[in-house]
């Protein structure tokens, strides 16, 4: 069960009077659950969706193009123009996981203290932008290695900490489908990122005297910054002080999650960034998380192989490319239609580890025949796994609600750990293994296998924890914290035995 610190002591709940917190005078908000409050939250839900969501959307889009383009010039000479090994090639993907993993923790952990996201996500997406476009100008296996290495540290604070702000704005009911549309960002990237990948590839060969692959880089780094620059005003800050949302609707924002954990959404007094990562680290519960996360994207890791692995089919590389465009686009639907239907469910385990299930299968699949059908069909299978992934972060967003220090220093913790099962994997799909990539296979079968116990054993622990609730309201009540109590009173306009009796409904989501 999450935890809460400080703790209300039993006599401040037996013994509290009537308090009534210093409420907003001028124009209240309407009552919950009536028609003017729940007109005025989808106004300002779709105000947020328009703005928000495109621009998340296309960051993580060129996050993955970007991150992936090794993969994709690799078809069109780029081993062969710095003289790589297949050790080295896989050296040199797997060395931005060696920054990226472990940064996402203290990258969260400052964008939590940080009183402006906007500026912290849209200058860190100019500078992994750059570092892409200079990648382009690499000669040696030393200079992309050293490339690839600095662009993890600005790229990790993109995905949890997108995730983080969005959960800053979005109710547990409502940040699945929000969430999967940025994660299908990354999924429709290995798509539209293939198809343009193929036009670069195709027509920009020794234009200038340059290589195609360092076109790939070019082009593509230049756009990452255009959009890191635009995103500076696009993004929200925090609903106390974004400031293209008027005064009425950030209070309206913070009742809204107050309202969704019986809470306020703010840190206490003492809910340092160090406070939040040393809560999370004892939490159990986090580590759990963690190791499911790996062993997921251990067996998830096919992603940064997945152009070589339609090239196994026996087709050229721009057929190659445009072959592995058709499952990302259906991944892409299952994944935003799977998030949706866990909203309005608030299901979380089957929404996330069904998914996996099909890429067992898929394995299974290309491992009984070598026929090109059969062997594509399973790639359709393998890419909606990542449908699960999306939920991942989103489960344990609702899992840890309060204090918002906690839960930024677990969702780095849960993803930048995670993130070891894709270094993992750079090794994994290794070509001498191939082009059937049997080995490769099994290896994320059973890592599959392993996730889906772990996800299991979570299940059941939320189960029981429900259960301990359920039995004596009084725990919902020891766990509360006093001043985010009495903060979502005061943006209520109601009493704190009011907004303690609310407290009593919240329940964690499985």
Same mark, same amino acid.
């Given at each position: ?13 037996? #013994? ?11 124009? !209240?908000? !309407? ?5 003017? $409050? ?15 969501? !495109? ?26 123009? %710095? ?11 797997? &060395? ?8 996402? &923790? ?12 906007? @500026? ?21 296996? *030393? ?37 999967? &549309? ?10 539209? *990122? ?6 670069? +590839? ?5 234009? @200038? ?7 790939l880089f070019f082009i593509e780094g230049s756009?990452?910054?255009?959009? *890191?620059?635009?995103? #500076?005003?696009?993004? !929200? ?14 209070? +309206?924002? /913070?009742? $809204?999650?107050?309202?969704?954990? *019986? ?32 062993? /997921? %994207? ?23 490319? +445009?072959?592995?465009?058709?499952p990302w686009i259906l991944s892409t639907i ?75 220093? &677990? ?11 894709? %270094? ?23 890592? %599959? ?57 919240? $329940?964690?989501?499985?």
């Open positions: 069960m999450a935890s809460h610190s400080p703790s209300l002591d039993k006599t401040d709940i037996v #013994m509290e009077e009537q308090v009534n917190p210093a409420p907003f005078e001028e124009d !209240p908000l !309407p009552p919950e659950g009536s028609e003017e $409050r729940i007109l005025a939250e989808r106004r300002l839900v779709r105000k947020l969706d328009m703005r928000v969501l !495109p621009t998340i959307v296309l960051i993580f889009i060129m996050n993955y193009i970007d991150r992936n383009a090794v993969t994709t010039a690799r078809l069109k000479g780029l081993e062969q123009d %710095l003289h790589l090994s297949d050790l080295q090639y896989n050296v040199v993907l797997s &060395i931005l996981y060696v920054s990226y993993c472990p940064a996402q &923790i203290p990258s969260n952990m400052a964008l939590n203290w940080i009183t402006r996201p906007s @500026l912290y996500i849209g200058t860190c997406v100019v500078i992994w932008g750059l570092i892409s476009t200079l990648t382009g100008i690499t000669q040696s296996y *030393g200079g992309i290695l050293a490339v690839r290495l600095c662009i993890g540290i600005p790229e990790s604070a993109f995905y949890p900490g997108a995730i983080y702000l969005l959960s800053r704005w979005y109710t547990k009911k409502e940040l699945a489908f929000r969430s999967a &549309i940025l994660y299908g960002g990354l999924l429709i990237s290995n798509a539209f *990122g293939a198809l343009m990948a193929a036009g670069i +590839l195709a027509n920009m060969e020794g234009k @200038l005297g340059i290589r195609a692959w360092r076109w756009i990452t910054m255009f959009i *890191g620059l635009n995103a #500076m005003w696009l993004l !929200p800050d925090y609903p106390v002080n974004t400031r293209w949302v008027s005064s009425k609707e950030r209070r +309206l924002a /913070q009742a $809204r999650l107050a309202d969704d954990a *019986g809470e306020a959404d703010k840190d206490s007094v003492g809910d340092s960034p160090l406070k939040g990562l040393w809560m999370a680290i004892q939490d159990p519960k986090v580590w759990v998380f963690a190791i499911m996360n790996t062993a /997921q %994207l251990l067996g998830l890791s096919f992603v940064n192989f997945f152009p070589t692995l339609t090239s196994t089919l026996g087709f050229n590389t721009t057929v190659s490319l +445009l072959l592995a465009a058709p299952a994944c935003c239609v799977n998030a949706w239907h866990a909203d309005r469910t608030g299901g979380r385990f089957f929404h996330q580890s069904a998914w996996w299930w099909g890429v067992m299968i898929g394995f299974i699949i290309s491992l009984s025949t070598n026929n090109n059908g059969a062997r594509y069909f399973s790639m359709f299978l393998m890419a909606c796994g990542y449908g699960g992934f999306a939920m991942t972060l989103v489960w344990v967003s609702s899992t840890f609600p309060r204090p918002p220090a906690k839960r930024a220093a &677990i969702i780095g913790i849960v993803n930048g750990v995670g993130n070891i099962g894709n %270094l993992m994997g750079s090794y994994t799909w290794k070509a001498e293994w191939g082009p059937d990539y049997h080995q490769s296979m099994i290896i994320s079968f059973v890592a %599959l296998g392993v996730s889906t116990i772990l996800s299991l054993i979570l299940r059941q622990w939320v189960i029981r924890d429900n259960k301990k609730l359920d039995e004596d309201e009084k725990i919902a009540l020891n766990d509360a914290n006093r001043s985010r109590v009495e903060e979502a009173a005061r943006l209520e306009g109601i009493t704190f035995d009011q907004a303690m009796q609310r407290r009593k409904g919240f $329940r964690y989501l499985y």
